[in-house]
């Protein structure tokens, strides 16, 4: 795959502005160009995967504190989740997938609970493999 930066070897490398200079190079080193190249590459894809590995790991613990952590207030008699958020019975349907004693947060929690965990799964596994479609 051809980048911008191959054709520039045949540039001339030459500050007098259209005087002949003697001494030094008179074209940039194509492999110092390339070796540029695969380091900004290689540093983009360490970057990403760092991102990527960060927003995994926000999502993951942010799905651990809403459906598997929960306490009780005794003060209110309020339960909640490990976000803070009030829990409340879930619909029959809902109880046959989390389970009999599961309580959760409301409609609205849920799907945007699901929306943020899938679009940051999605969004991670995107971001790891960012650097990846060059080297293959």
């Not at 045949?10 to 500050?15: D, G, K, T, V, Y």
């Not at 390339?34 to 926000?58: D, Q």
């Not at 799907?111 to 969004?123: E, K, R, S, Y």
Request: hydrophobic fraction near 45%; charge should be neutral.
């Amino acid at each position: 795959m051809a980048t911008l930066l191959d054709g520039i070897h045949a540039l001339p490398c030459n500050p007098a502005g259209g005087r002949k200079v003697s001494s030094g190079p008179t074209n940039v080193d194509p492999l110092l160009i390339r070796l540029g190249v695969f380091a900004r590459e290689k540093s983009m894809h360490k970057l990403s995967s760092a991102i990527g590995g960060l927003i995994l790991a926000a999502v993951l613990i942010g799905g651990f504190l809403a459906y598997m952590v929960s306490s009780f207030d005794s003060g209110s008699g309020q339960w909640s989740d490990g976000l803070g958020r009030p829990l409340s019975e879930s619909p029959i349907f809902m109880r046959v997938i989390f389970g009999e004693s599961q309580m959760w947060a409301g409609w609205s929690w849920f799907i945007g609970d699901m929306v943020i965990f899938w679009g940051g799964v999605g969004a991670a596994i995107g971001l790891f493999h960012l650097g990846d479609k060059d080297r293959s």
